[in-house]
């Protein structure tokens, strides 16, 4: 039962958090899930997360954070191109 509120919970929060802000914000602590994971996993259970697992979830989170800051970028080219101010006529 706990369980079940706890994810009931997490997904109302998430579902408020995307209404909020941007996916270019919250997706970083998405792939933070992974590395709580790999936390929870040895603190609790005492598994040892191999070279596989390691360099594949790193793989994950490195490109995640490289799309999410290549979005970024392309959406601060938007706002500049939108704000740039109108020529003068001479």
């Known amino acids: ?3 079940g509120l706890m994810g009931g ?22 792939y933070m899930a992974l590395v ?7 603190v609790f259970f005492s598994e040892v997360p191999d070279w596989y697992l390691i360099i594949g979830g790193a793989t ?13 970028v392309v959406a601060r080219q938007r706002r500049k191109k939108q704000t740039l101010p109108l020529p003068a006529d001479a």
């Open 9 to 30: 919970s997490a997904q109302i929060v998430l579902t408020i958090a995307y209404r909020s802000a941007s996916v270019s914000v919250l997706a970083p602590f998405d």
């Open 36 to 42: 709580y994971g790999f936390i929870m996993g040895f």
């Open 60 to 72: 994950v989170v490195t490109s995640g954070i490289y799309i999410v800051h290549c979005e970024a």
């Open 1 to 3: 039962m706990t369980i």
